[in-house]
C-alpha cells in the first residue's frame, strides 16, 4: 500500500513570493493534515481537512492557507513568504480522527 | 488544553543497551497517545500507539511503552538498541474527537546510539 506522498521534495523561494505545496493521501483515508516543523518550534499543527472541508487551523496567520480536491489530495499555500517560514511542512493522513501516518516532507526555504 | 512534556533532549546510549525515553503528558479528557519516529531528513514514522485497552503496547522495531494514567505518562523502552536506532523521537497526543485533528507533539529527543 503507498504511503502518503508530497511534492515538491525541495522549494525555494524568495521573500514576498507564494509557495504552493501538494499532498496525497493513503488510498481510502479521508482526512488530511498539515503541520510545519521549524527549527527551534518543534512540530506545530497547521490545518486539518476532511470531506472536502477545513475542520481546524492551528495558530498561524491567513496567509496560510490550503484546500482538499474531491480526490481527497490537498493542496498548502502559503502567501506573502517570509524568512521564518523555512521549515519542513509534514502532512499526514487518517481515515478518520485517530492514527496519522505521515509523509516525507516538503523542505521550504525562503531567501 | 493537552500538552506533551519529553523529559530528555538528548539520550546517548551503546549499542546493545537499553532505553527508555520519557513523555509525560497533561489532558482534561480521554486521550489517545504515540511515539513516532524521524531519521535525518525524512518525514515521520508511525513506532506505535496507545488508543485503549492494554496499556503495555508493543511497535516496530523491538520498540514498547506502557501508558500509565495516574503519573499521566507513556515512556517507550527498548531493551537492546542497535546504531540503526539513531533517530529524533517524538511523543504526541491527541483527545479523540476533542482534538479537531490536532495532534500535540513533544519537542523531541535525540536518541543517539554508540558502538
Known amino acids: 500500500e503507498a504511503g502518503v506522498t508530497q511534492s515538491p521534495t525541495h522549494l525555494i523561494k524568495t521573500r514576498g513570493q507564494q509557495a504552493t505545496l501538494r499532498c496525497s493521501p493513503i488510498?481510502?483515508?479521508?482526512?488530511v493534515y498539515w503541520y510545519q516543523q521549524a527549527l527551534g518550534l518543534g512540530l506545530q499543527f497547521l490545518l486539518w481537512?476532511?470531506?472536502?472541508?477545513?475542520?481546524n487551523r492551528g495558530n498561524f496567520p491567513p496567509r496560510f492557507s490550503g484546500r482538499q480536491f474531491p480526490n481527497y489530495s490537498s493542496e498548502l499555500n502559503v502567501n506573502a513568504l517570509e524568512l521564518e517560514d523555512s521549515a519542513l511542512y509534514l502532512c499526514?493522513?487518517?481515515?478518520?480522527?485517530?492514527?496519522?501516518?505521515f509523509g516525507p516532507g516538503t523542505r521550504l526555504t525562503v531567501l | 488544553a493537552q500538552s506533551v512534556t519529553q523529559l530528555d533532549s538528548q539520550v546517548p546510549v551503546f549499542e546493545e543497551a537499553p532505553v527508555e525515553l520519557r513523555c509525560n503528558y497533561s489532558?482534561?479528557?480521554?486521550?489517545?497517545l504515540f511515539w513516532y519516529v524521524q531519521y535525518p531528513n525524512q518525514g515521520l514514522q508511525l513506532l506505535l500507539k496507545?488508543?485503549?485497552?492494554?496499556?503495555l503496547v508493543k511497535g516496530i522495531n523491538g520498540f514498547e511503552a506502557e501508558f500509565n494514567k495516574s503519573q499521566t505518562s507513556f515512556h517507550l523502552r527498548k531493551p537492546s538498541v542497535h546504531i540503526s536506532d539513531t533517530a529524533e523521537y517524538f511523543c504526541?497526543?491527541?483527545?479523540?474527537?476533542?482534538?479537531?485533528?490536532?495532534?500535540?507533539f513533544g519537542q523531541g529527543t535525540i536518541l543517539t546510539v554508540h558502538p
Open positions: 496507545y488508543l485503549s485497552g492494554s496499556t
Open positions: 504526541a497526543v491527541s483527545e479523540g474527537p476533542a482534538s479537531y485533528g490536532k495532534l500535540t
Open positions: 489532558s482534561s479528557v480521554s486521550v489517545y
Open positions: 481537512y476532511d470531506e472536502g472541508e477545513e475542520r
Open positions: 488510498s481510502g483515508h479521508t482526512s
Open positions: 499526514a493522513s487518517s481515515p478518520r480522527s485517530d492514527t496519522q501516518y
